[in-house]
């Protein structure tokens, strides 16, 4: 094998001639370029790390499993060395992912070319072997997931078990999932039948697509959802911005709704914009079946206390504070899945959701009014110290206009009072926008008691 080969991935000169078994092959080299170039010592690597792991260990199960049912089924004369090959690997595999998953996380760094190296060889020196044997008959047309679980439940004592995730629905979580109504938006077939199969392993079957997020919010006026699925883009729009209105109760969705976000990117901005969306889950494309089982069986029994701060409302993710927020206490917020599976009456789940949505917002005004002095003592700073530009300015005032107009619409929305002085404080940063080549330092100054005072009103509530 040349080392363009193991640079270029998959190309049609790895084609054995089946649809199928092309596209698992197209998805190990998908999996080991997720590991390409990567920093293993960044925060996000081991989010990248243990998604081609936990990938790794099912398609490696199904794939193998597709091959030697048709290689079985054709009488090929080399099956069992064919199989003996697959064993060694696996064996290899599960070897790196027991050295990494035990602390010897260095071992990782050789799985990219492990899994290039071997997958290029065996396909061109074994493979191929059968290309000319096999119809599209003698193949097991279904997606791996099926195939994994197939593997799984087939073998016997003495085989070597992978460590695939098998928790499909734990004893002591006794949840109805029948009565659960999930959401799909995923503009991939293939993806959107994994994900379906996956629904319906765990009891799901009450289960709708959507393309845009205006039928979603629409949908949720109608009834809503207890679990949404959802593409890193839907509709060619950006479904971390719509997650992070639901969760700021700005969408007709219940704001507690569970969440798993579908990154295709591993882009360290990718990453951390999903991550802090409010989402409840995220996974890398391509994902394993027991991947997407763990993260909704998990949340459904498990779910993590929330935390508000200015720029986020969604499960604690972290323990520093950010610039311009105030601390951020753990709420506990009702599982529309947990509740629904358990049979807890709507009108109970609405009380508690109520009661959880009041006690999110009023951390929410807190957060804003603190992010307001914030924002004031910088843009102040900056014009003092005389390191202030007109693009800076712009974009201060346009930061502080944005935390007013928010601020000015929850007080209406959920306390009913007027919000007076937090409109004419927006006013004025509208009103300065507006001659930027005119702004003293007076004016700043003007703006940033102003803010104060609004701050102060809402801080202490």
């Known amino acids: 094998m040349t080392e363009a080969c193991q640079i270029a991935g998959w190309s049609d000169a790895f084609s054995v001639g089946n649809a199928a078994i ?43 499993l ?11 004369q080399h099956f069992e060395d064919h199989r003996a090959k697959h064993f060694a690997f696996n064996r290899k595999i599960n ?12 071992v990782a760094e050789k799985l990219h070319d492990l899994v290039l190296k071997w997958l290029a060889s065996h ?20 997606p791996l997931a099926y195939l ?48 379906r199969f996956t629904l319906n392993e765990i009891g799901i079957s009450n289960i709708e697509e959507s393309n845009n997020f205006i039928a979603i919010d629409e949908s949720c006026r109608n009834g809503g959802f207890q679990i949404i699925v959802m593409d890193a883009m839907v509709g060619g729009n950006d479904s971390a911005y719509f997650i992070r209105q639901i969760r700021s109760i700005q969408t007709n969705c219940d704001p507690f709704v569970l ?3 579908l990154l295709s990117s591993r882009d360290e901005a990718a990453v951390r914009s999903a991550m802090s969306s409010g989402t409840d889950s995220v996974l890398l494309i391509p994902f394993s079946s027991g991947q997407l089982r763990d993260q909704i069986i998990g949340h459904a029994e498990r779910r993590k206390p929330f935390i508000v701060t200015q720029d986020y409302i969604g ?12 601390s951020a206490p753990q709420i506990i917020v009702p599982n529309p899945v947990e509740a629904l599976g358990r049979g807890i009456s709507i009108e109970q789940y609405e009380y508690r959701k109520n009661e959880a949505i009041q006690v999110i917002v009023n951390y929410r005004l807190k957060s804003l009014a603190g992010a307001i002095v914030f924002e004031c ?34 007080i209406r929305k959920f306390s009913g009072a007027k919000s007076y002085s937090v409109e004419t404080f927006r006013d004025r940063c509208r009103e300065l926008k507006g001659r930027l080549g005119e702004i003293a330092y007076v004016d700043i100054e003007e703006l940033s008691a102003s803010g104060r005072k609004v701050s102060e009103i809402y801080a202490s509530r």
């Open 259 to 261: 969440t798993v976000l």
């Open 95 to 106: 070897e790196v992912i027991r050295l990494y998953r035990g602390g010897s996380l260095s």
């Open 377 to 410: 003592n910088s843009l102040a700073a900056g014009m003092r110290d005389g390191v202030s530009t007109t693009e800076s300015t712009f974009r201060s005032l346009t930061r502080l206009e944005n935390i007013a107009d928010e601020l000015a619409e929850k």
């Open 315 to 326: 499960p604690e993710r972290q323990n520093e504070n950010r610039p311009g927020c105030a």
């Open 66 to 76: 597709r091959e030697e049912k048709a290689m079985e089924k054709i009488g090929f």
């Open 123 to 142: 396909i061109m020196n074994e493979d191929m072997k059968f290309r000319s044997l096999l119809t599209d008959d003698d193949v097991d047309q279904r």
């Open 148 to 195: 994994a679980l197939d593997a799984l439940e087939n073998e016997g004592p003495g085989t070597e078990k992978l460590a695939v995730p098998t928790v499909i629905v734990p004893a002591k979580l006794k949840l109805d999932y029948s009565k659960i109504t999930a959401l799909i938006c995923e503009p991939s077939s293939t993806i959107r039948s994994g994900i």
């Open 22 to 64: 092309d596209s698992d092959h197209k998805a190990f080299f998908e999996i080991a370029n997720l590991l390409k170039g990567i920093i293993f010592e960044a925060a996000e690597s081991k989010f990248v790390i243990e998604s081609a792991l936990a990938m790794l260990e099912e398609y490696v199960a199904g794939h193998f």
